[in-house]
């Protein structure tokens, strides 16, 4: 098992978000985590990630627990993460807002290959490598966050909300991305508002409602099945 979330408990405060959570990640697979909206799913992955410290429970990556540590050192461990919102340094240009996704040790001494590796995935990267990342689009600056992201060599992949205020074209072509971003033996976990295509992409789904995981399993059976389509998919 490459990445293990036990029963997990994240908290806003005194208000629980996340109750037991457990989640599974295998190398090699793209895990998916729908649910409605306010259901918990950036809480769940900002905990794994260490942007939130949970009350409770087990992160745990090559059986290292990573919940206790200091979140600016988790990615030491080979999580990186793409936040909702992309959250790029809009005034810096799109080299340096990718050189900034290179700061452990590990990743600084494969600096070039990295960049390499993210502009064969995306060209137009290279193409405007000096262009301010706030002038560009919301596509290409989702690409920016992801290649950012990759340039820590991660062996884990977060995703908070890829497609987030992409118009439908655009849509098509991140989820084309995730599939090459997971040949390249980069494991995905993948918080998506588009229920249908995080399915789609999936190994492995996981149905979060009122932070507790409702239901998992196969992405064609959590389609298929016409209780959970309502109950929990909203389609």
């Known amino acids: 098992m490459l990445l293990n979330v036990q029963n997990l408990h994240v908290s806003y405060g005194d208000a629980p978000a996340i109750w037991d959570a457990n989640v599974e990640i295998r190398a090699g697979q793209i895990v998916s985590v729908v649910g409605p909206n306010g259901a918990g799913k950036s809480t769940l992955i900002n905990a794994i990630a260490g942007i939130l410290r949970p009350r409770q429970g087990r992160i745990l990556i090559d059986n290292t627990d990573v919940a206790r540590i200091p979140g600016h050192q988790v990615c030491d461990h080979g999580i990186a993460i793409v936040p909702e919102g992309r959250r790029l340094f809009t005034h810096m240009t799109v ?110 789904a996981y149905v979060i409602e009122q932070g507790r995981i409702a239901t998992s399993g196969q992405p064609e059976k959590l389609l298929n099945d016409s209780r959970i389509r309502e109950a929990y998919l909203g389609i």
């Open 95 to 204: 080299l340096e807002n990718l050189e900034l996704g290179s700061y452990r040790s590990a990743a600084r001494a494969s600096r070039e290959e990295g960049l390499e590796e993210v502009f064969s995935l995306f060209p137009i990267l290279k193409e405007r490598r000096n262009q301010v990342s706030g002038s560009m689009s919301g596509g290409q600056q989702q690409m920016v966050a992801i290649g950012r992201a990759l340039m820590a060599r991660p062996r884990v992949l977060l995703m908070d909300e890829p497609s987030l205020g992409l118009s439908p074209a655009v849509v098509e072509d991140m989820f084309r991305i995730i599939r090459m971003i997971n040949e390249r033996n980069v494991a995905v976990l993948l918080v998506e508002q588009n229920i249908v295509k995080a399915l789609e992409v999936a190994h492995h």
